[in-house]
């Protein structure tokens, strides 16, 4: 499978608690972003990242999300002391670099429940 | 105001009929326009991708694009029951510092009946 792969898929945990979620871009994609979506609506942007630099963060991206991406391939995403607020879907999607434009890729999300 | 905007529907047709899916914008600055399929607790999926104005046909697929309306439309010829999804309009502009980061519709949700 050469698609967008994201671990864990489901993850419930109490409100408090930290949690982590792991994204694999296509190969040899060098851009890769997060979104959220939650029930009826669309996704929203997060943060993107070319290659290991986060060059953009989105105002939802509170100070209790951090993104990485260490060594350009893999990227995680973390959530520190969840709120109920933040139960929703995490996408992350990747596209190649090219000059102008491109098409981009979605992962099967990670969906959290915080309770 | 979002600067996309959808009907979520939902939207019911009978199998081989012919849907039209649409979505308008505020932004002038978006130059590409994507359609993405997204099944219930499945990631989207890519269905179709524009440049600019213009039209692309894809199978039973066509997307249209109205630039000087900031319009934009999905059709699907002879509906199947496997076509029933909701559908996402995504568009972004030429601003490589976010890398083209989509701006999303709420999504149309469609149910193709046998």
């Known amino acids: 499978d050469t698609g967008v792969s994201q671990n864990p898929r489901h993850k419930i945990t109490k409100r408090g608690q930290n949690v982590t979620f792991r994204c694999d871009p296509i190969?040899?994609?060098?851009?890769l972003y997060w979104y959220r979506q939650t029930l009826g609506q669309g996704p929203e942007f997060l943060t993107y990242?070319?290659?290991?630099?986060?060059?953009?963060k989105s105002r939802l991206l509170s100070d209790r999300f951090s993104a990485e991406r260490p060594k350009g391939s893999f990227s995680t995403l973390e959530i520190q002391r969840t709120e109920q607020g933040d139960s929703a879907m995490y996408l992350c999607?990747?596209?190649?670099?090219?000059?102008?434009?491109?098409?981009?890729?979605f992962g099967e999300g990670s969906w959290l429940t915080v309770v | 105001q979002k600067e996309v905007e959808q009907d979520p529907g939902p939207l019911s047709v009978p199998e081989g009929a012919i849907v039209s899916l649409n979505c308008t914008y505020s932004?002038?600055?978006?130059?590409?326009f994507m359609w993405y399929r997204q099944y219930s607790r499945k990631g989207p999926e890519l269905l179709m991708y524009?440049?600019?104005?213009g039209n692309k046909e894809d199978g039973r697929f066509t997307a249209q694009v109205d630039k000087s309306s900031k319009y934009i439309s999905l059709f699907i010829r002879d509906s199947q029951p496997s076509d029933s999804a909701t559908y996402l309009c995504?568009?972004?502009?030429?601003?490589?510092?976010?890398?083209?980061?989509?701006?999303f519709g709420k999504g149309t949700s469609l149910l193709v009946t046998p």
């Open positions: 932004n002038s600055a978006f130059q590409y």
């Open positions: 524009t440049y600019s104005s």
């Open positions: 995504a568009m972004s502009a030429m601003n490589s510092n976010s890398g083209y980061a989509l701006n």
């Open positions: 990242f070319q290659n290991e630099a986060q060059l953009e």
């Open positions: 190969s040899e994609h060098n851009r």
């Open positions: 999607a990747s596209s190649p670099n090219r000059a102008s434009g491109n098409t981009i890729y």
